[in-house]
C-alpha cells in the first residue's frame, strides 16, 4: 500500500537559481539544522528553527568563497560560521569575516606544476573541469576529513608517523587526511588507493568516524570508511567492492549504499567494515514494477536505484528510482521498512516533485525545485 507525504515545511533560497547552486540541509542534529547555498562570490548559511523548519530560517550568515562554485566543493562546520573549500590546488578554511583561518595546499588536480592564486589558473580549461576531492567536518566540528590530491605543498604540523595504516604515499596518490578544524595541523594522512574523479563524505555521529564515497566514473566507486582514534587512522576498504555510500543512520548503527551498477540497495550493520556483512539486500529488479507508463513493446524499459538514498529513522530507508524512470515519465520514490526485508512500498507525493529526496534522520525529507531552489520538507501521513 502506497505511503502519502504531507508537506511541513517550504523554504526559498538567498541566492538566485542563475547565479547559485540549488540549496541544501545540513542535519548534525534534529535541533541543528543548516540550509546552505553556494554562489560563485560567497556560501550562505542559514540555520532552521525546529526540527522541520516551522518557523522561518535564521538571517544568513554569508562567508566569502576564495574561488567560483565550479572549482571545487565546500564543507560547513555545525557551527554554521566556517566553511573549508575543497579547491584544485588547495584546502582553505574561510570564516564569515572573510579572514583565512588556514590553508594546506596539494598537488594540482589538475595536473599543473603549481599556481599560487586563483586568478593564474581562472580562465584554464583543464582547470575547470578538473577532477576533485572532497572535504567534511566531524559531528562536533572539530576535525576536517578532505580527501586531496598528494603529495602536499607543505606538511609541517603533520604528525610523524600517524596514519600510515600501512598504506604507501607515492608521488601524486590520492590522499585521505584528517586536519585539526582550529589551525589546520595534519593530524593523520592515509593513501585512498583510487583514481577519482570526485568524491563525497558522508560523516558519522562519532566525531572519529567518516565515511569517503569515491567515484572513479565507468572504472568503478571505491568506498573508504576511516576511524581516528585520537593517535592513529585506520581506513577499511569493504573488502574492494564498488559501493557507492548514500547514508549513514541517525544512531550511527547501520550503512546504506547502492553498487556501482544501482542494481542492488543493500543496508549494512556497522560492525566490521573490511568484510561488512549486508542486513538487507533489494535488487531493484526484484522488488521495483515496470513503470506504469513504460511503452509495452520495450523490453529494455528496467528500473535501477538512484545513487542518493537516506534514512528517515534508524530502521526506515527512503529511495528513488528518478534516473531509470525518465524515459518512461514521472520519477518514482519508496519506503523500505528494513525489518521487513525485501519490500519497497510506493511514496506518493501530493503533487509531483523532481530530484532526490533526501532525508533529515528523524521521519522528515526535503526535495528541491530545479526551477526556483524553493526547498520543501516533508512528512509522512
Not at 216 to 245: I, K, Y
Not at 289 to 318: C, K, M, N, Q, S
Amino acid at each position: 500500500m502506497p505511503s502519502l507525504a504531507r508537506l511541513l515545511a517550504t523554504l526559498a533560497p538567498v541566492l538566485p537559481p542563475a547565479g547559485a547552486d540549488a540549496p541544501r540541509v545540513e542535519s548534525w542534529s534534529p535541533s541543528r539544522r543548516l540550509l546552505v547555498q553556494r554562489g560563485d562570490a560567497e556560501l550562505v548559511v542559514q540555520e532552521l528553527a525546529g526540527p522541520v523548519g516551522g518557523r522561518p530560517p535564521a538571517p544568513p550568515v554569508r562567508i566569502p568563497a576564495p574561488w567560483p562554485r565550479r572549482f571545487g566543493r565546500c564543507a560547513v562546520a555545525p557551527s554554521g560560521d566556517v566553511a573549508v573549500f575543497s579547491g584544485v590546488h588547495a584546502l582553505t578554511a574561510v570564516d564569515r569575516t572573510g579572514a583565512v583561518r588556514w590553508e594546506v595546499r596539494h598537488r594540482c588536480w589538475a595536473g599543473c606544476a603549481s599556481h599560487d592564486t586563483f586568478e593564474e589558473y581562472a580562465h584554464d580549461r583543464g582547470h575547470r573541469y578538473a577532477s576533485g576531492g572532497s572535504a567534511a567536518f566531524s559531528a562536533d566540528g572539530a576535525l576536517v576529513w578532505a580527501h586531496v590530491r598528494g603529495p602536499l605543498e607543505r606538511n609541517g604540523h603533520e604528525r610523524d608517523g600517524h596514519g600510515r595504516n600501512g598504506h604507501e604515499r607515492a608521488a601524486g596518490a590520492e590522499e585521505w587526511l584528517v586536519v585539526d578544524a582550529a589551525d589546520g595541523r595534519i593530524l593523520a594522512r592515509a593513501a585512498t588507493g583510487s583514481t577519482a574523479a570526485g568524491s563525497v563524505h558522508v560523516p558519522h555521529v562519532d566525531p572519529g568516524q567518516m565515511g569517503l564515497s569515491i567515484g572513479e566514473g565507468q572504472d568503478g566507486a571505491p568506498l573508504r570508511w576511516g576511524r581516528w582514534d585520537g593517535e592513529r587512522l585506520s581506513v577499511d576498504s569493504f573488502a574492494g567492492e564498488d559501493l557507492v555510500l548514500s547514508a549513514v543512520s541517525p544512531g550511527g548503527a547501520r550503512l546504506l549504499t547502492v553498487t556501482h551498477g544501482q542494481e542492488a540497495l543493500v543496508a549494512h550493520r556497522l560492525v566490521d567494515c573490511a568484510d561488512p556483512e549486508p542486513e538487507a539486500e533489494l535488487r531493484a529488479e526484484e522488488v521495483i514494477p515496470r513503470h506504469p507508463e513504460a511503452d509495452p513493446d520495450d523490453a529494455e524499459v528496467e528500473a535501477f536505484w538512484d545513487y542518493e538514498a537516506g534514512f528517515l529513522d534508524e530502521h526506515t530507508v527512503i529511495a528513488g528510482t528518478v534516473e531509470s524512470d525518465e524515459e518512461s515519465g514521472a520519477g518514482r520514490y519508496w519506503i523500505v521498512d528494513l525489518a521487513r526485508r525485501g519490500t519497497a512500498e510506493p511514496l506518493v507525493h501530493p503533487y509531483p516533485v523532481t530530484g532526490t529526496a533526501r532525508a533529515l534522520g528523524d521521519g522528515t525529507w526535503y526535495t528541491v525545485s530545479p526551477t526556483d531552489h524553493v526547498v520543501r520538507i516533508w512528512g509522512l501521513r
